[in-house]
């Protein structure tokens, strides 16, 4: 049963430290998204990339964050420094390009990494 | 992007039906309607997904209308377990997901 993982499951810390997430996405799976979801504004986007290259991280705080997929199994987001506002849980999703080329929208989400910043 | 409009909560009691409806402004020719369900401390999970018409899977069925400004979203005789955050996404080459609507099932 191939799934989405993410690690960690919990991350506490204090402001101005770094946090780095970590997804693996599903093997064969090309592309990956990250989302970040609170309360107040439900699941947004932040950033997704298509055979390891970003696409669009306009949903990201540039100054503060960033993603990399370092390889095509792995991909990474990471804040520095991080601030209370940040905290949330942060999904990860993948799928596979459909054959027809159009965008595919079955993703296919990790069980998320619940972040509290202090 | 394609701007989606659904309840933010509807409530029901087990085995009634539940009918949930999105509307899709500006929805693309070539765009998909798609539906995922989200429960407590999980990530979203695909349900379903129609492009005009009718579509019935083990989970749902979707209703969508000749001229696809709506969709709805059916779940027969739902249980506790039916408890979730339901969500229509916009589309374009990225799914906006939003709040959803948020249906709780009572006893």
């Known amino acids: 049963d191939a799934r989405v993982t993410q690690t960690p499951r919990d991350k506490v810390t204090e402001m101005g430290q770094e946090v780095t997430m970590r997804c693996q996405p599903i093997l064969g799976h090309n592309t990956v998204f990250w989302y970040r979801q609170t309360m107040m504004q439900g699941l947004e986007l932040l950033a997704y990339?298509?055979?390891?290259?970003?696409?669009?991280d306009s949903g990201m705080p540039k100054d503060r964050f960033s993603a990399e997929m370092p390889d095509a199994t792995l991909a990474t987001l990471k804040i520095q420094p991080s601030e209370p506002r940040d905290s949330a849980v942060y999904f990860c999703a993948s799928a596979r390009d459909r054959v027809d080329l159009r965008p595919n929208n079955e993703q296919f989400f990790g069980p998320g990494t619940r972040l509290t910043v202090l | 992007l394609a701007k989606t409009t659904q309840p933010i909560s509807m409530d029901s009691y087990e085995g009634q039906e539940v009918n949930i409806t999105c509307s899709h402004n500006?929805?693309?020719?070539?765009?998909?309607i798609t539906w995922y369900q989200q429960f407590p401390s999980q990530g979203p999970r695909f349900i379903i997904q129609?492009?005009?018409t009718k579509v019935t899977n083990e989970v749902a069925s979707l209703f969508i209308p000749a001229d696809r400004k709506s969709s709805t979203l059916s779940l027969p005789r739902v249980s506790l377990s039916d408890t979730a955050v339901y969500y229509c996404?916009?589309?374009?080459?990225?799914?906006?997901f939003g709040t959803g609507t948020r249906l709780q099932v009572f006893p």
């Open positions: 500006n929805i693309a020719t070539n765009d998909y």
């Open positions: 990339f298509r055979n390891r290259a970003p696409l669009d």
């Open positions: 129609g492009y005009k």
């Open positions: 996404p916009e589309q374009a080459d990225k799914l906006i």
